[in-house]
């Protein structure tokens, strides 16, 4: 049976990270809101799985995943929810806790990278927060950035099962997240990403490992990535990009 | 054997999520940052655990939760640690990722919170950023505070074992961090909170259930609640609880 994702269509943003887990593990998924309208998928299918009164456990905000009668909101716990079936995540409790440990740190350097362009509000439009938004990408790209990429070293490198993932010596969706967040932050800050992963080899090699995997390279060179773009979380504005 | 908490010693903050799971649980702990310095807690003791290069699992911020050897960090990922044991979750995977979610989707509501009194960062005073602040307030009072407290009373609502709790028939770590939650809002925005909460009845009878439990109640009337304060999350700025 196939996966529903439920997810703005014309970005990768949150939803990313799922379908980066869904695509390393070859597991089949319709990427519902880029369906057509007539096929009765598209936009209104995920408006109407938002107002469903018929779910007793609703999403809040998109990504959605349904899973037959299960549905399942917010990036983390999603994931938290497939992994084990799609064998990106240890069998142990503590494995999984600390997996998810760090998805929750990779989802706030996330929400931080989007506050840079818009610290007063989301309703607001970027220009309209520009001297707010270029003092925050003054933080973010001089201490924030660095100091998150300098723990994932940390992680990378204390790992008892070597350097080759964040999570024992398997690929877990804490690797496939990781490799998102290097992606987004080399498109939206690139002088002051590479800056910052100049210090942090381990991440640089985790990176380019998860490149490689082949369901993962198979899936970037497709149609099915969409490419970044200033409509998402990680958007390039070059005054923005503060080294 | 006692739980450490290692937190800021004088906010309740993310960590009351924390400390409200122990104590309704009745679970013993020992609040490290709180204790002092002579006894080898207080802050020294939190600063060295962020830096203890012995680690294999650093925390990246507070809370964190030390368990023996186990140490967790990341509020939601030390409740999905913690509730099993202090059965407060249920024993399914599924419950367990619904009330994950529900976790995860509180934290964001807390986040925005935060950000109405400093959306252009921490590392500024909120003098500083008072004209975005309102701006950011205003939004937040009349639509996110709102849409939150509608999602979780539709939850209330629907949940196939009654509206006492948000997941299943009996007392979760969602419905402790809910109570926190609305005490939070309560203290910030007296206004806007009442306004809202009045279309939320079950909501306010949840809150009101949590609060009569005898830990939880037994909790707030001790010295180990810390009051609310301006250098906590919910801080009282009336300028900015806008009706």
Redesign the interface.
């Known amino acids: 049976m196939s996966y529903e994702l439920h997810y703005w269509p014309t970005i990768q943003g949150r939803g990313e990270f799922v379908r980066l887990a869904l695509e390393a593990a070859g597991a089949p998924y319709m990427d519902v809101a880029r369906g057509s309208d007539d096929a009765g998928q598209g936009l209104p299918a995920l408006s109407r799985l938002l107002v469903d ?1 018929a ?4 999403p ?1 905000a998109p990504p959605v995943l349904r899973d037959g009668k ?1 549905v ?3 990036t ?2 999603i994931l ?2 497939l992994a084990p079936t799609l064998r990106l995540v240890a069998r142990n ?2 494995a999984r ?2 997996t ?2 760090i998805q ?2 990779i989802a ?1 350097l996330v ?1 931080e990278a989007h ?1 840079t362009h818009h ?3 989301v ?2 439009f970027y220009e309209d ?1 520009k001297p ?1 938004a270029l ?2 990408a003054a ?1 973010f790209c001089s ?1 924030r950035l660095p100091k ?1 990429l300098q ?1 994932f070293e ?2 990378i490198v ?3 099962a070597g350097p080759r993932h964040l999570v024992g010596g398997k690929l877990s969706y804490a690797d496939l997240s990781l490799f998102q967040v290097v992606e987004g932050l080399r498109y939206a800050f690139p002088k002051a990403a590479e800056r910052a992963l100049a210090r942090t080899p381990g991440v640089l090699r985790l990176h380019h490992r998860v490149a490689q995997q082949p369901r993962v390279a198979a899936y970037l060179r497709s149609a099915r990535r969409i490419p970044f773009n200033e409509q998402g979380i990680f958007r390039r504005y070059p005054e923005l990009d503060l080294v």
């Open positions: 009164r779910l007793t456990e609703p809040f299960v399942v909101a917010q983390a716990a938290q929810y409790e503590q806790v600390w998810l440990q929750l740190t706030d929400s506050d610290p007063v509000g309703e607001l927060q707010e003092r925050r933080q201490a998150y723990w940390s992680i204390r790992n008892p």
